[in-house]
């Protein structure tokens, strides 16, 4: 039976708020915002609730995202998974170092910051971890982003690929400290409106501006789209696109603060 019981005042900050579970599925806690999802529990992060409604995300996710709906709206649902050689370790059990370094609560607070700083990224709904020991799983429920999609399947059906656009917004993360991670051609988004929104955040930070990270988030990006589309990353409409996002990187970079 689930025992969900909310913590003391104190935990509550603006637009956060933490419960604590117990019962069948573990010992952990939930961070959310209250103005989107008055009421939470463990099983929002089950996609086997409802099942007729959870659809496998197709790319990304390393086989753990889902579409789900919620109150809130229409929804992504991530289980967290380790990629490389620590999955031969173990595909999902992180060192349990404390519930604000968890991998879900530390995406859904910088998620929230990004927000606040009027950067495009996913509206984070709820994260949650279950504790198993010296270790722990994680989740992440994140307002689904509609009609979009990712630089690496326009460039994979030979689509324009709005590169300037890319480097303008890259730029605006940057400039407000934002490091994502994982920069790569699956995680830049277009939307039918033509914004560009970066998505998946996992390990992200905020931190103070420096030329060193910036750049080596943009080689990262740039190694991603030489492994996406090979030889043609050489071809004279790439490396001009290519230009025309540093181009628009370098614009926003050099705007007086």
């Known amino acids: 039976m689930l025992d969900c ?8 900050t603006g637009s956060e708020a933490v419960v604590d579970f117990r019962g069948a599925t573990g010992v952990g806690a939930i961070v959310f915002d209250p103005a989107l999802l008055p009421r939470v529990d463990p099983s929002l992060f089950d996609p086997r609730v409802d099942a007729n409604a959870a659809v496998p995300v197709a790319v990304g996710g390393r086989g753990a995202a889902w579409f789900v709906r919620t109150q809130a709206g229409d929804a992504v649902l991530r289980h967290y998974r380790r990629g490389g050689l620590a999955a031969r370790v173990s595909r999902d059990l992180y060192m349990w170092q404390g519930a604000q370094r968890t991998r879900g609560f530390r ?7 990004l927000r606040e700083r009027g950067l495009p990224v996913p509206t984070p709904l709820a ?3 279950w504790r198993f020991g010296t270790g722990y799983r994680a989740s992440l429920l994140m307002l689904r982003l509609t009609a979009t999609r990712s630089m690496g399947a ?3 059906g030979n689509l324009p690929v709005p590169w300037r656009d890319i480097g303008i917004a890259i730029a605006l993360f940057h400039r407000a400290g934002a490091c994502h991670a994982d920069l790569n051609v699956d995680n830049v988004l277009m939307d039918a409106n033509g914004e560009c929104w970066l998505i998946d955040f996992d390990r992200g930070v905020l931190r103070a501006p420096a030329l060193g990270w910036q ?3 943009i080689a990262r990006l740039r ?3 030489r492994k996406r589309i090979g030889a043609r990353a050489d071809a004279p409409e790439a490396v001009n696109g290519w230009d025309a996002l540093l181009d628009g990187w370098n614009e926003v970079m050099r705007q007086p603060t």
């Open 127 to 129: 994260a949650a971890y």
């Open 215 to 217: 750049q080596a988030n």
């Open 154 to 156: 326009l460039l994979d």
């Open 107 to 113: 995406e859904f607070q910088l998620l929230q910051a």
């Open 223 to 225: 190694r991603s789209l």
């Open 5 to 12: 019981q909310t913590m003391d005042a104190n935990t509550l």
